[in-house]
């Protein structure tokens, strides 16, 4: 599995890499992106830190703004896991707060006085600071939707799967209370340890990616 994880890391480096701000033009409609981070190698390149896709058709431009840009946690999970591991971190009660999902109104009238709405702005900030200042990615399309939610699971399992991709000791996902992420290095808790890519479908992907 580290040989295909190894491949993977070298083909999805070579990729064009988009940073913050990004023109959503550049975006495929559909398809599948991932993550890297400031200060984490893998395979003597940029370490996969997250592998990503959405549901909805004509989605994926929409999905990165909702990680990148929108200031909502609860329409993105990988904020509130940057959150999350930010306000453990500090050792800041906040995180139970954080915890609750206010995405409808009737959440929002629950715990509109056990909120701290103020302080969540402000954690918000800092997550798209923090999202904005160390994350990259790269971006492939595929617009069948079945398709591109089987090879997120499979890359996400071959790079889980892999012994030799080790978060560095700074990493902020190693002050998460998600002990999968920790575990991992990945931003992720669905998918790990999975069934990987199979010989057939890593030479798919490569002509997905149209690799030479």
């Known amino acids: 599995m580290n040989e295909t994880c190894k491949l993977l890391h070298k083909w999805f480096n070579s990729l064009p890499r988009l940073n913050f701000p990004f023109d959503k033009n550049s975006v495929p409609l559909n398809g599948i ?22 549901t909805g058709k004509d ?56 909120v701290d709405f103020e302080k969540q702005k402000e954690i918000e900030k800092k997550v798209s600071e923090y999202i ?16 591109r939610l089987e090879l997120e699971s499979k890359i996400i399992s071959s790079i889980s799967l892999c012994k030799d991709c080790k978060p560095s000791k700074n990493w902020l996902g190693l002050f998460s209370p998600k002990e999968k992420i920790r575990k991992s290095g990945l931003w992720l808790v669905n998918e790990l340890y999975k069934e990987p890519l ?13 690799i030479n």
Not at 60 to 84: A, C, M, T, W, Y
Not at 90 to 114: G, P
Not at 132 to 147: G, L, P, R, T, W
């Open 33 to 54: 992106y991932i993550l890297f981070e400031k200060g984490e190698i893998a395979h003597n390149t940029k370490r996969v830190v997250r592998i990503g896709t959405h």
């Open 59 to 114: 989605q994926l431009p929409s999905r990165l703004f909702q990680h990148f840009v929108n200031e909502n946690k609860d329409r993105s999970i990988f904020r509130k896991n940057i959150g999350r591991a930010i306000l453990n971190k500090a050792k800041d009660d906040f995180i139970e707060q954080w915890e609750l999902d206010l995405t409808t109104k009737k959440s929002r009238d629950d715990f509109k006085n056990k």
């Open 132 to 147: 904005q200042n160390n994350f990259s990615f790269a971006v492939f399309e595929i617009n069948d939707k079945a398709k």
């Open 198 to 210: 199979s010989d057939k479908e890593i030479w798919e992907l490569k002509e997905i990616l149209k």
